[in-house]
T-cell receptor
């Protein structure tokens, strides 16, 4: 069974731009969560989607948004990029009623 | 005080050593405990998953949970250079609205040298 895939793997943007990241979960997994990982803050929860609905949201500004499609694929968008948005963005999927999350390789975003 | 505390290390050990990685937490509602391994430039990989107090063994890995002390550990026996990675603990409470959103520790960097 294929794992979680994320595209693109690397991205360089400048301040003020916006970016869209994509995540394809493991087949059969309907829950998709997004995390931001930085050396200073570690792994921080952004939001979770289940059946195309945002089920939980972390403490991030409204510039961070996401959506999920009917095939469970998910995208997250960051608008008006700031230097502090430079991070590894990780997507994780899980079965709807299970606790174990399976992570993708991440998208490394650099904001210049 | 963060909900989950984890010493960032680095922890450097010789090959073959027994490694002990630990996390403490403050939220008594946490019931599900996980350990992830993250290699450089990769996403975290689930290693161990336990529920409630006690020990769970899987090969060279043993996860231990002491809910009374709010303390969890991961032991690695006969450590190998390939175990060199960052180890993240994670924990969650009972599902809220059907989802288990884990809280992660900052990770401990482990280096096993030959």
């Amino acid at each position: 069974k294929a794992g979680v895939t994320q595209t693109p793997r690397y991205l360089i943007k400048t301040r003020g731009q916006q970016v869209t990241l994509s995540c394809s979960p493991i087949s059969g997994h309907r829950s998709v969560s997004w995390y931001q990982q930085t050396p200073g803050q570690g792994l921080q929860f952004l939001f979770e989607y289940f059946s195309e609905t945002q089920r939980n949201k972390g403490n991030f500004p409204g510039r961070f948004s996401g959506r999920q499609f009917s095939n469970s694929r998910s995208e997250m968008n960051v608008s008006t990029l700031e230097l502090g948005d430079s991070a590894l963005y990780l997507c994780a999927s899980s079965l709807s009623d299970r606790n174990e999350q399976f992570f993708g390789p991440g998208t490394r975003l650099t904001v210049l | 005080q963060k909900e989950v505390e984890q010493d960032p290390g680095p922890l450097s050990v010789p090959e073959g050593a027994i490694v002990s990685l630990n996390c403490t937490y403050s939220n008594s509602a946490f019931q599900y405990f996980m350990w992830y391994r993250q290699y450089s430039r990769k996403g975290p990989e689930l290693l161990m998953y336990t529920y409630s107090s006690g020990n769970k063994e899987d090969g060279r890995f043993t996860a231990q949970v002491d809910k009374s002390s709010k303390y969890i550990s991961l032991f690695i026996r006969d450590s190998q250079p390939s175990d060199s990675a960052t180890y993240l603990c994670a924990m969650s409470a009972s599902p809220s609205g059907g989802s288990y959103i884990p809280t992660f520790g900052r990770g401990t960097s482990l280096i096993v040298h030959p």
